[in-house]
């Protein structure tokens, strides 16, 4: 069954979101991955669809249930990722980029599995960089007054200087705002509670929000979507 649409404030617009962490895989089996869980870009997807959007969720290796309500579109790799962006950013309103995407992928995936009698005591691995697709998203905005949202998930200890650091990201992006938040070993992965700041492209505070992944979700909306 649909789920309840709360109110109508996005009615008529599509909005995506991309959450999770892109795996860049070695061999068959293995991967190159990181600790996002999609928590928090799942309850941008779900706060969008409470009000009513058209809502498209870019799905990088989910540990958290996909929402009742929004179309799924499975991107696991950085590679998959920029391709599903693209395409459903061609006619999106608002698109904001959650997921972590890996910067580098290996250079080489191996068809079968790697052993270690092949490999020897030490394996070295190389990596290439991986396309920007929030940068790529910034640069086309195929559609007349789309939004391009992204995350920096920086480990920053310092307020200001995560301000900082958030401000030249947003002006090499070129994205409309930027959610940034304070991740570490112990704080901003999975279903916690979380703290953000959003600057606009010209690196004001324009919102701030702390609490459950839910209530934050709908905070930064209220800055990036208003009605
Ligand atoms: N992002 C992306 N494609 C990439 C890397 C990042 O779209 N290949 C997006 C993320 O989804 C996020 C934003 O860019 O919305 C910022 O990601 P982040 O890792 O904080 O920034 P980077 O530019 O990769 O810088 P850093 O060297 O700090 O990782
Ligand atoms: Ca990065």
């Known amino acids: 069954s649909e789920p309840p649409v709360v109110d109508d404030r996005l009615a008529g617009r599509k909005v995506v979101v991309s959450a999770g962490g892109t795996r860049e895989p070695l061999d068959p089996v293995r991967f190159l991955g990181n600790a996002s869980t999609g928590s928090q870009g799942v309850a941008l997807a779900e706060a969008a669809r409470d009000r009513g959007a058209d809502v498209v969720l870019l799905a990088a290796n989910l540990e958290v249930p996909v929402p009742v309500g929004v179309r799924v579109v499975a991107a696991p790799t950085a590679e998959a990722m920029l391709a599903a962006a693209v395409a459903e950013a061609a006619d999106a309103d608002l698109v904001i980029m959650a ?18 009698d092949d490999l020897g005591d030490v394996l070295t691995v190389e990596l290439v960089r991986n396309p920007d697709v929030l940068a790529r998203l910034a640069a086309d905005r195929p559609r007349h007054g789309q939004v391009v949202v992204g995350f920096a998930a920086e480990t920053e200890p310092d307020p200001d200087r995560r301000l900082a650091l958030g401000r030249q990201k947003i002006a090499r992006k070129g994205a409309d705002y930027l959610v940034l938040n304070e991740v570490g070993f112990d704080r901003g992965f999975g279903p916690g509670e979380t703290a953000v700041t959003v600057i606009d492209r010209d690196g004001r505070v324009v919102g701030e929000a702390s609490g459950g992944k839910p209530s934050v979700a709908a905070a930064i909306l209220d800055v990036v979507a208003p009605a």
């Open 99 to 116: 997921a972590a995407v890996a910067d580098y992928r290996p250079a080489e995936v191996a068809q079968a599995k790697l052993k270690k």
